[in-house]
């Protein structure tokens, strides 16, 4: 065997047995009760760290608690948050919070309702990253304010706790959660602009500058599964083009998956780990499929026009994403509009732009006071504001077509089998594209002497 193919059959069988292990790990870790089965019911202590942000809903907010000491004892898994904390704790805080315990439910081992937070230790040194943040996003609001400022920044930041529960809901229901949710799209659009500007300085500065980005994004918006998960990707990709090498969609895909579920193996019931890769596995697989079909096999033949535009471009791979994270969504949710495509489609290509312009409203909001300046800000904050007006009325506007809502219910496992129409293109195209290969190489082996050029000496 070859020495390359050689090379490339061990590193996929690391990564598929990597995979595989965790996938068993953990279905065994849902599978076990954990320490706290008995102390179900009873009111009890406990400390850990606030992971992610808190999401604020009303009166009352959720968190997720993590690196559990009960009693001195070390306990694997994360409980869920949920009632009104005084006071409000943010991400990376040290806790210790009382309540009665209940059974816990996805990848929570178990649930505090109403928790009362005995002690609230913020890490030192603070956190430089969430100082910046809080500071950017008060300029906003102070610069633009309303609905539009907060939607702004769930687009930038990922901060959807910012959002009210009727605009979230509305989101929910047309299938447009995952706009708000700090991800690879987000974190994609962002690298590739550093990479495009600082790659006309020279490759390195555009290798160096994408992976700072990716490092100082992950830091601020906090290291989700699926930031993760893009934050690996993206670094690949980078070095990929700074090497001049081109990693095939499958590989990457699987590459990362085995990296995140390494670091943690939960993720393989993480809704946020799920979407990102269905997402990111229909831009890469799907996508290329309906360019072939619209616009002919890219080559580099082909002429201007036989290629899609940025437009065009955008608008397949919102269709892409969307149907690949469709079964996920009416697994999780239970309901989806079957004119969610077109939600998508309307909204998701001005989000470059949409994230483009929030940065802009809160820079020139530090801008001092003054005449040509005043014009700045105002025109900056005007044209934003249109912008996610237009966001917003293309939400209410679907979200009010209840008729076109498919409601089936919640953990409903056959949604799944709706992977197999969406995927059968591609699984015909591919077993096509082995069948041509076999056949070429058929030809090579009974013909050499016409295919295979030959030197003769004398």
């Not at 001195?72 to 009382?98: A, C, M, Q, W």
């Not at 009210?164 to 706009?179: K, R, V």
Request: charged share 20%.
């Amino acid at each position: 065997m070859d020495k390359k193919l050689w090379l490339r059959a061990v590193m996929m069988g690391i990564v598929l047995v990597i995979i595989v292990y965790s996938i068993i790990r953990a279905l065994n870790e849902l599978n076990t009760d954990g320490p706290l089965r008995d102390l179900v019911g009873q009111t009890i202590e406990i400390t850990g760290t606030i992971k992610g942000d808190p999401d604020i809903s009303g009166d009352s907010s959720s968190a997720r608690l993590g690196d559990l000491y009960y009693q001195n004892e070390k306990i694997s898994g994360s409980i869920f948050l949920y009632g009104k904390f005084e006071p409000e704790p943010e991400r990376g805080d040290h806790v210790t919070v009382s309540g009665k315990l209940s059974k816990g439910f996805g990848t929570f081992v178990g649930a505090i309702y109403r928790p009362k937070i005995v002690s609230l230790m913020k890490p030192e040194p603070r956190s430089l990253s969430l100082e910046v943040r809080k500071l950017f996003a008060r300029n906003v609001h102070d610069t633009m304010g309303g609905r539009e400022a907060k939607l702004g920044l769930a687009y930038l930041l990922g901060m959807r706790n910012e959002l009210d529960d009727e605009t979230l809901d509305m989101l929910s229901l047309i299938g447009l959660t995952h706009i708000v949710v700090a991800s690879g799209t987000h974190l994609g659009i962002i690298v590739g602009f550093v990479r495009k500007r600082f790659g006309k300085v020279s490759r390195f500065a555009g290798l160096l500058f994408s992976v700072l980005l990716v490092i100082i994004f992950g830091e601020i918006v906090g290291w989700t599964a699926s930031i993760t998960r893009a934050g690996i990707v993206s670094v690949m990709s980078v070095f990929g083009r700074y090497y001049g090498r081109r990693l095939g969609a499958g590989r990457v895909i699987l590459i990362a998956m085995a990296i995140t579920l390494a670091m943690n193996p939960m993720y393989i019931v993480d809704i946020g780990w799920l979407l990102s890769f269905a997402s990111f596995a229909g831009i890469m697989i799907l996508e290329p499929m309906l360019v072939e079909f619209f616009y002919g096999r890219k080559n580099p033949r082909n002429k201007p026009n036989e290629h899609p535009g940025v437009i065009a471009e955008l608008v397949l791979a919102s269709i892409s994403a969307t149907l690949m994270c469709m079964p996920i969504l009416l697994y999780y949710f239970g309901s989806i509009s079957i004119i969610s495509v077109v939600a998508n489609i309307l909204i998701l290509p001005t989000i470059p732009l949409a994230m483009g312009l929030t940065v802009l409203v809160g820079l020139v909001g530090f801008l001092p006071t003054f005449y040509l300046f005043d014009w700045v800000r105002f025109l900056v904050t005007k044209i934003t504001t249109l912008l996610l007006d237009y966001h917003l009325f293309v939400v209410e506007f679907f979200a009010k077509q209840t008729n076109m809502i498919i409601y089936i219910g919640k953990n409903n496992v056959f949604v799944f089998l709706l992977y197999i129409p969406i995927l059968l293109p591609f699984i015909i195209g591919a077993i096509g594209r082995m069948k041509k290969r076999h056949e070429a190489k058929l030809r090579v082996y009974e013909n050499p002497e016409k295919y295979l050029p030959f030197t003769t000496s004398t």
